[in-house]
């Protein structure tokens, strides 16, 4: 029983890829076109993107240009191809703004931007495409079935854009007085975060880092400038305090402001 299984598979199989061959070989673009529907049913992905790939061009400014496009996108995308994908679907809501697949067009394109975001150490240009893609999906159909989806993935990539922020802005505090006072530094990256993400899920560590910044500003200035730089460093405490009063960090941060006012009684 299972070879014969095995030997039925197999002829499957060889029969799938014998078509394959025919339909590259056809001048039929309806059979082409029946085939890479079959083809995607049956996930092969990129048979069917292939197929597809030469009819966009001859369907051109007919009804089944609008077919044969939107089904190119899903097969990158189910493929993984998120790039390909998005430039299919983007190419599909461009041409056809109103067309039946638009809403799905613009969500795919934007979720795809967002499956394909790079981890936060990397070059986020891609997470910020995402993000456009889906507040344009949002824009566009703000009751569709899929709303809580777009805007729950952006958010995920609004803290992955506020977590490169905080990762430049602790390797600017790591530098601390190299070549230059980087503690400044670090608190114009954090504050800019802050301000450019307020419900981001690492604003209290922003907050902290510019707290810390403050504090080795003042440590680590001149005499004349200590008082000033540590009178702001009390006002950080505040503002942090206030912000977060049960924060795990209130014991690093009490010991801040205590080390602060014994140098402004001073």
Not at 92 to 121: H, I, M, N, V, W
Not at 131 to 156: C, H, R, T
Request: aromatic content about 14%.
């Amino acid at each position: 029983m299972r070879k014969y299984i095995i030997l039925l598979l197999s002829a499957l199989i060889f029969t799938s890829c014998g078509e394959y061959q025919r339909v590259q070989k056809s001048s039929d673009n309806d059979y082409k076109l029946d085939f890479a529907k079959r083809a995607f049913e049956n996930k092969k992905y990129v048979q069917a993107a292939t197929v597809l790939e030469e009819l966009i061009t001859v369907f051109k400014g007919t009804e089944k240009a609008e077919d044969a496009l939107y089904l190119l996108g899903l097969s990158h995308y189910e493929n993984k191809n998120y790039f390909d994908a998005c430039n299919s679907f983007k190419s599909y809501y461009t041409r056809f703004p109103k067309g039946k697949y638009t809403e799905l067009a613009r969500f795919y394109c934007g979720y795809g931007y967002y499956l394909d975001s790079p981890e936060a150490q990397l070059d986020q240009s891609g997470t910020i495409k995402a993000i456009e893609e889906l507040q344009g999906f949002l824009d566009y159909f703000p009751k569709s079935d899929k709303v809580s989806i777009a805007q729950n993935a952006i958010f995920e990539l609004q803290d992955k854009l506020t977590l490169k922020q905080l990762q430049n802005a602790q390797l600017y505090y790591n530098l601390g007085n190299y070549l230059g006072n980087n503690y400044e530094s670090a608190v114009i990256v954090a504050k800019n975060a802050i301000k450019d993400y307020p419900y981001s899920r690492y604003k209290e560590d922003l907050e902290m880092l510019v707290l810390k910044a403050r504090f080795q500003e003042a440590e680590q200035s001149i005499e004349e400038k200590k008082a000033d730089r540590y009178r702001v460093v009390v006002d950080e405490y505040y503002s942090f305090i206030n912000n977060y009063p049960d924060s795990p960090n209130r014991s690093e941060a009490d010991n801040i402001l205590k080390i602060a006012q014994n140098h402004l009684k001073e």
